[in-house]
């Protein structure tokens, strides 16, 4: 059996989502606005050109599937079309396009089982507007509940107000999926150095965040001799430089001070107090916490409170071996890639669901970003990989 990939189909939809949002200084599709609906419509033009049809679930994620498809053991791909503010072309994108283009080229290939291929584009994936990371997953999986929707943007507008009303109507939907791939542009540098076009994902890091706060004594910053005060930045930077040194000594570990804030924040007071954010993630659950541990034991003055935790989210082994086969069998360049963000493929395996990603060398390893980039001839050999590994499974 040939399966062609359409280069021309992808080059078109992947030009059109990207202009959908686009401004001078970057691409934004907020979910639930007009930038996005247009970008979505374009995805559902062509895969109903091909014979698909599509429904949005109660949370809003898009489903593109065969008109005769079983309710459960779909083979599905896919990723997200919203972006951050002012962010790059490839991320979510290449995932949603690239997973079309595939499913559509096994389609026309003719493959057994052609009604249990499928598409999904999650709904806010970013979380930017309502910090709701992995909304369309999470909400699938259970993990957010309908109270999500009340969550607010800046400017006081809530998911429910511009989105999903109800959204856990969707709950339980991953069932339907017996695999899910998801390709998605690098985001980080460890192809480009190895000369190697694309990652298999084996794993999302354990990630977590938390708030911590320290606290001094404010006093005047001309009569308060240096010995005795209780500058609480101070105290701060000590903690902020143990942040550094103890992910360094956790292998696989990193670790970040992104927000930090002296009280009162006057230039002629020593600061009495001092809050702050933390951000570890790691290769695994123990050594996130060992890295955590670390710095509570160092720091018994210091308050560190736990905010949010993910778990590693292990990939499927028997999907990483069929892709890594399918890129060898394409003369593609391929090797194991951990993750340090977090996909919506991770939501899907911490629920169950055997999934995994195709990452695409990027070479500059920038995300989030406008200059964030893949090259066409790499994203397009992640395609014919994803399609060639589906054809052995449907
Ligand atoms: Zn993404």
């Given at each position: 059996m040939t399966v062609t990939i359409d280069h021309a189909l992808y080059r078109r939809l992947f030009a059109g989502v990207n202009e959908q949002g686009y401004s001078l200084d970057g691409w934004t599709r907020a979910p639930w606005t007009p930038e996005l609906r247009a970008a979505e419509q374009l995805v559902i033009d062509a895969a109903v050109a091909g014979g698909m049809v599509y429904e949005h679930d109660p949370a809003g994620n898009l489903w593109i599937t065969d008109p005769n498809a079983p309710a459960d053991g779909l083979i599905a791909v896919g990723s997200h079309l919203d972006t951050v503010p002012k962010g790059g072309a490839f991320d979510g994108v290449l995932g949603v396009v690239g997973g079309l283009v595939a499913v559509l080229a096994l389609r026309a290939a003719g493959v057994p089982n052609v009604e249990r291929l499928a598409v999904i584009s999650f709904a806010d994936e970013e979380g930017s507007r309502f910090n709701t990371p992995c909304f369309g997953s999470r909400t699938m999986v259970g993990m957010f509940g309908d109270e999500v929707a009340d969550a607010q943007d800046k400017d006081g507008i809530s998911i429910r107000d511009v989105g999903?009303?109800?959204?856990?109507?969707?709950?339980?939907?991953?069932?339907?999926?017996?695999a899910y791939v998801e390709i998605h542009v690098e985001q980080g540098l460890a192809l480009d150095p190895a000369e190697v076009s694309l990652g298999i994902a084996t794993s999302l890091s354990a990630r977590g965040r938390w708030e911590w706060g320290v606290v001094g004594e404010a006093n005047h910053a001309g009569t308060t001799p240096m010995a005795g005060r209780r500058d609480a930045l101070v105290r701060a930077a000590e903690f902020v430089l143990s942040v550094q040194r103890t992910a360094i000594a956790h292998d696989g570990a990193v670790a970040t001070v992104g927000r930090i804030t002296p009280w009162p924040g006057g230039t002629n007071v020593v600061p009495g107090r001092c809050s702050g954010t933390l951000d570890v993630r790691a290769l695994n659950n123990a050594t996130r916490d060992a890295v955590v541990q670390a710095l509570v034991e160092e720091f018994p003055d210091i308050a560190i409170e736990h905010k949010s935790t993910d778990d590693a989210a292990i990939f499927d082994p028997a999907l990483i071996a069929d892709l890594h086969a399918a890129a060898n069998e394409l003369g593609v360049s391929s090797m194991d890639l951990p993750s340090y963000a977090g996909h919506d493929a991770g939501t899907l395996a911490l629920a169950g669901v055997p999934s995994v990603m195709i990452f695409t060398r990027s070479p500059n390893g920038i995300s989030h970003n406008p200059v964030e980039h893949s090259d066409e001839s790499v994203c397009l050999d992640a395609v014919a990989v994803l399609a060639a590994a589906l054809a052995q499974r449907s």
């Open positions: 999903p009303k109800r959204p856990a109507d969707a709950a339980g939907l991953q069932r339907r999926i017996a």
